[in-house]
Nanobody, 117 residues
């Protein structure tokens, strides 16, 4: 059984930092992508960053060098380090783990990040 669990969200001041974690267990595909998405109230879910099994990383344009996606293979845990946060970064952040052919596709429950003074 595949489980995807996010943690690390919370309230942070503008300009601050937060690190999100995503622990994925039971996922066995060797060719995969692990991604962070976010969804703000009234908006559609959007891709934030993706990390492919080959090591390639992709970021949304709005990241502008502020976020870093990484993974510790031995722990099957992915991270999203977010710096220089803005109020518009406020959203529920979701972890997604999928095989490259999308035959396997799993979501976490989401973690709230609120950027406010």
């Amino acid at each position: 059984q595949v489980q995807v669990v996010e943690s690390g969200g919370g309230l942070v001041q503008p300009g601050g930092s937060v690190r999100l974690s995503c622990a994925a267990s039971g996922f066995t595909s060797s060719r995969y992508v692990m991604s962070w998405y976010r969804q703000a109230p009234g908006k559609e879910r959007e891709l934030v960053a993706a990390l492919f099994s080959a090591g390639v990383k992709k970021y949304a344009d709005f990241v502008e060098g502020r976020f870093t996606i990484s993974r510790i293979n031995a722990e099957n845990t992915m991270y999203l380090q977010m710096n220089s946060l803005k109020p518009e970064d406020t959203a529920v952040y979701y972890c997604n783990v999928a095989s490259l052919d999308l035959s396997l596709n799993y979501w976490g429950q989401g973690t709230q990040v609120t950027v406010s003074s």
